[in-house]
């Protein structure tokens, strides 16, 4: 029989996350520091919401673009803590997490050639989906510069054809973000070199040193910038999936025709859900557990650097990026050994790009005794090493 296969497929790396966690499933007494995932639970105001809108009998679909009511609650939260202004008739999407909202931005813009600039490290699902929409993703190293995108690599990288570029911040995986004053620099670049700016935020609420600017705020942006955002990582509702996309009607509309087809809502429970996220309750729950993620980034990262792990300096999200140039090790074979030699579990750099093979990607989105236990294991190991 001739291969069905699509040659996209064929050819697509599976997940540098999810293919080493394999190699954990049914292993005991592992302390896995690798997905990132809260370990909180979602907090009671929430559930609660969720569970009286089922007693309510609230089982049904919703529109495509979501239930009004949270498409008029994030309209509200927007214009009430950003001064914002989205509509929420045409201009805001609910979607299937923040990965269904990035595809579908892609897919809407993406003609076949089209290229979308992706500062590297990045999070694993960027490239592969430009790919699948048929586009070409170039990758920007922001290692010479800190990990962090600047407008001389913008100008350099944005040749013929580059439709737009991919800013997420905090970053996933090094937890560096931008201050407003890097931000209006950024912008400045991407509205000169013509590129729409698709702004994953989804860590926003979860950073320490500065106040998150949202990217649409600058001037210019709010017509130049596909806003995504969702309730996965800042409200511990990753199992929900719930996120959301603001921006300009013509593009919100032809993201919301493809997700139509392929979607059509997201549960009305989770939906119901994430109003109440954003409501007074559900901010105090967010902060406290804000403090406590701040309170184990000081711990991972100073212990890790004690050791000659060497962390990026991190701002935001719950990840450290350690360099593990040290050890003489590449990033697979250290997360292999220290894996079967100590049972703790972390994310190989190069899952994050292919120039990244001297790092480590660690979330300390774990107990303080989890995270206190790895840094034993991981001393003894380097000690052995």
Known sequence: MKNLISKKVIEMQPSGIRAFFDLVLG?????????GEPDFVTPWPMREAGIFSLEQGFTSYTSNSGLMKLRLTISRYMKNRFKLNYSAENQILITVGVSEAFDLVLRAIINPGDKILIPVPCYVSYGPLVELAGGIPVYIDTKPTGFKLTP?????????????????YPVNPTGVSYTKKELLALNHAFIENKLLCISDEVYDSL?????????????????????????????????????YACGPKDIIAAMTKIHQYTIMCVPIISQMAACEALEPSGQRSMNDMKREYNRRRHYIT???????????????????????KSTGLS??????????????????????????????????????????????????FINHA
């Open 152 to 168: 001389h690599l913008v100008n350099k990288y944005a040749v013929k054809k580059c439709k737009a570029i991919v800013l997420n």
């Open 302 to 324: 100073r212990e890790l650097n004690s050791l000659g792990l060497k962390c990026v300096p991190t701002q935001g999200a719950f990840y450290a990026f350690s360099s593990i």
């Open 331 to 380: 990033s697979i074979d250290f997360a292999k050994q220290l894996l079967k030699e100590e049972k703790v579990a972390v994310v190989p750099g190069t899952a994050f790009g292919k120039n990244y093979d001297d790092y480590v990607r660690i979330s300390y989105a774990s107990s303080m005794d989890n995270l206190k236990e790895a840094i034993a294991r991981i001393k003894r």
């Open 27 to 35: 292993m005991k007494d592992v302390v896995s520091l690798g997905v």
């Open 207 to 243: 950073t320490y040193d500065f106040k998150h600017t949202v990217f649409p705020t600058l001037p210019g942006a709010f017509e130049n910038t596909v806003y995504l955002n969702g309730f996965s990582k800042s409200y511990a509702m990753t199992g929900w999936r719930v996120g």
